[in-house]
């Protein structure tokens, strides 16, 4: 388990030192997802594991590294069940910029979950949905996102893999 921490760490230091290595333009054709742009999403609802209900809290950090193509990290907190959570992942993500009133967008991630008391368990998981704007530098966000856990033991954590909606308000700049 502190390997798999160590690890984690150590990429999540790099991507966001490969992040703040691109130059920061002006957004072009891109818009609000253009080259340059960094985008903010917070994160809140609920969530269920291990027989318990949770309060989620997230925020999310990315880097629009070329025109509909960002590169982030985000941060997720559950609390007031059983076993506190956090989870670490690594995203990229592309939108569809060129769409007019709608942006669709697909992505993909890898992700540490670390839970008090048990072993930590990593997954990789895919994303897609609509961005919608909701101002000149905001966007609602919905859509679908399917997570496999690796190395999963069925006999802990029931599952090992999960489809689950998402939603968020995402604010650039």
Same mark, same amino acid.
């Given at each position: 388990?502190? #390997? /798999?921490?160590?690890r984690m760490?150590?990429?999540?230091?790099?991507?966001?030192?490969?992040?703040?290595?691109?130059?920061?333009?002006? /957004?072009? /054709?891109?818009?609000?997802? %253009?080259?340059?742009?960094?985008?903010?999403?917070?994160?809140?609802?609920? %969530?269920y594991a291990?027989?318990?209900?949770?309060?989620?809290? %997230?925020?999310s950090a990315?880097?629009?590294?070329?025109?509909?193509?960002?590169?982030?990290?985000?941060? @997720?907190?559950?609390?007031?069940?059983?076993?506190?959570?956090?989870?670490?992942?690594?995203?990229?993500?592309?939108?569809?910029?060129?769409?007019?009133?709608? #942006?669709?967008?697909? =992505?993909?991630?890898?992700?540490? &979950?670390?839970?008090?008391?048990? *072993?930590?368990?990593?997954?990789? =998981?895919?994303?897609?949905?609509?961005?919608?704007?909701?101002?000149?530098?905001?966007?609602?966000? /919905?859509?679908?996102?399917? @997570?496999?856990?690796?190395?999963?033991?069925?006999?802990?954590?029931?599952?090992?893999?999960?489809?689950? *909606? @998402?939603?968020?308000? &995402?604010?650039?700049?």
């Amino acid at each position: 388990m502190r #390997q /798999a921490s160590i690890r984690m760490k150590r990429l999540l230091v790099t991507m966001l030192l490969v992040a703040m290595a691109f130059p920061v333009h002006a /957004a072009g /054709a891109g818009g609000m997802f %253009g080259q340059g742009r960094t985008h903010i999403s917070l994160m809140a609802g609920n %969530g269920y594991a291990f027989d318990y209900n949770y309060f989620v809290i %997230g925020a999310s950090a990315s880097h629009y590294v070329l025109d509909g193509l960002g590169v982030g990290l985000s941060f @997720e907190n559950w609390s007031g069940g059983g076993p506190g959570i956090t989870k670490y992942a690594p995203f990229a993500q592309y939108v569809f910029y060129q769409a007019s009133s709608l #942006q669709p967008y697909v =992505g993909g991630f890898y992700r540490h &979950t670390a839970i008090a008391n048990l *072993p930590g368990i990593d997954s990789v =998981g895919a994303r897609a949905g609509i961005y919608f704007s909701s101002g000149p530098d905001a966007f609602v966000s /919905a859509g679908i996102v399917h @997570e496999s856990y690796l190395d999963c033991q069925a006999t802990i954590y029931r599952a090992c893999s999960e489809t689950y *909606p @998402e939603i968020s308000i &995402t604010f650039g700049f």
